[in-house]
């Protein structure tokens, strides 16, 4: 079969590089995959596609790193000329701009089954919020399938489509990476070791966390908090950081590949998002078993367990996340059994052996 996986860009994280693991793990084994992009984005995700799919196999309409109108614009016309060329069975449409061109471009190319491939429970965007959802909405009838990284992604995004998906699928984008680093000693570092990490988005509410690591200092517990990630938010973050004195407190890391192998020597992680879809990187996290404080979203709801594999907080405000640092910070024996039951959990749950399994069953039935 024949399949186009059209996506915003290749920045690393989050569902572009859910799609890098998709390809490594096996999900369209025997199937002809191309993979087109709007924009470059930042690092190497591009590359390491490319080098996997094989030459001329992936195509970028505008090799910059940002996302711009007129590069989406391009891409309309470009998408149309590659499904004349390619001709394919299925396309897959990967994050909300590819939603919008791909389901207008496809209106003039009724063969190919479209796939709306769906990763966060809430469309957002700093001034066409609105927008974006009507225009999804009224250009959700060419959709035939819809994938989703959760059950949670799944059932949420269900008011975005006027007319019910002939056919629905959960399609997870993380597997346990094997080898590397694996937490074995829970003792408590002084200061308090905490991790984050994740696109630096408002949604993700790093700032947040870091005035929860103000107030516990202002509480008698040091803490040091090391953020691993990039994104719009990291200038306002730093900032925030100068501003509050936590320069020698709280670090930007920046993006790494194996974050989680570095950050496995801290204490406990933290995620404080108000909206999330599968999560990755709670689940990577919990993979090399870090005792894990987490608000109850997204797909953090069918993993993970609470006070079993992790601190589940209501909401993501400062005296919540404080109560939560605390309690795990107090209670040696309590992080190490969320840690171990997060490692045991994810490990069973996300396989390399069970994506390409998924990708047997979905495709299959696509035929």
Known sequence: MRILYFINGF?????????????ESGFFSGHDLHVMGICRGRGGLADALRALLGEGKLKIVDDREDLTLRACVAAAFVLAREIRRFRPDVVVLSLKQANVIGRFVLQAFPGPRCVSFEHISRYRARRAEAVYGKLLAALSGRVDEVWSDCEETLEATR?????????????PLFRVRPGGAVKTDYSAGTPLRIAAAGRLVDRKNFDRLILAVKALAERGMPAALTIFGDGPEHERLKGLISNSGLEAHVRLAGYRDRWFE????????????????????VAEAMSVGLPVVATDVGGIREYGRDNENMLKVADAGIEALVDAIRKLAGDEGLRRSLGQ???????????EEGIAECGRSVLGEAL
Do not use: M, Q, W
């Not at 975005?160 to 399609?171: C, D, L, N, S």
């Not at 039951?341 to 396989?351: F, G, L, M, N, V």
């Open 159 to 171: 008011p975005y489509f006027r007319k019910p998906a002939r056919r629905e699928a959960v399609v």
């Open 341 to 351: 039951h997060a490692r045991e959990e994810i490990c069973r749950r996300y396989s």
């Open 262 to 281: 570095e950050a496995a020597d801290s204490d406990l992680f933290v995620n404080a998002s108000d909206t999330e879809g599968f999560c990755i990187v």
């Open 11 to 23: 920045d690393p994280g989050g569902a572009e590089h859910g799609l890098l693991t998709l390809v």
